[in-house]
């Protein structure tokens, strides 16, 4: 937004709803493709900067505001929370909010404003894209994570594994084995 609080008409996501000129039933549809802000996701997960935004809506003039129905879908980026493997994957929001004009009281304070004759995608797009995020994403469902004692990737080698642990009382003495170990000789 820019000061005071006004939308920047020259946003991508800043649509100007003039031409439905506040008569009831008035529709407005828009295909368009926008660049994605910043911040759209979280630390794990999220629509890169800059990527598009496919928005398919619909402004409708609804007596009390601007009802704004459709879809917005975008590439997402990534990373596994159980292997750490890169995703690249793509998600599709559906959109639905009113935006009150000016001088009607919104049942919250909270509510989409539409700002002289603008209303902005911007935060709406961003509340939908986090909540449709998974809080930990996978590479796949049957991801296997890594191993906790070596960190090997277990996806890519499914049979991994390692001898029994060692009770920590004997690491001294194992470490000392190894230091006296000379080749050719035994110790049993």
């Not at 759209?40 to 609804?62: M, T």
């Amino acid at each position: 937004m820019a000061s005071g609080g006004a939308p920047d008409p020259r946003s991508p996501l800043v649509f100007d709803t003039h031409e439905l000129g506040r008569r009831v039933g008035a529709m407005k549809e828009i295909t368009v493709s926008a660049p994605a802000p910043a911040d759209l996701g979280s630390e794990v997960i999220g629509v890169p900067v800059g990527s598009p935004i496919d928005l398919d809506i619909r402004l409708e003039e609804v007596g009390e505001g601007v009802l704004v129905t459709g879809t917005a879908s975008a590439q997402l980026r990534g990373e596994c929370g159980r292997c750490l493997t890169a995703i690249d994957d793509e998600i599709e929001i559906d959109l639905q909010e009113l935006f009150v004009h000016p001088g009607h009281v919104p049942e919250s304070e909270e509510a989409s404003r539409v700002v002289g004759e603008l209303l902005d995608l911007e935060p709406l797009l961003r509340d939908q894209v986090v909540l449709d995020l998974p809080y930990q994403p996978v590479c796949r469902n049957d991801c296997q994570g890594l191993c906790p004692d070596c960190g090997v990737n277990l996806n890519d080698d499914p049979d991994h594994g390692h001898d029994g642990p060692l009770d920590p009382r004997w690491a001294g003495l194992s470490q000392l084995r190894g230091e006296l170990d000379v080749p050719g000789t035994s110790h049993d």
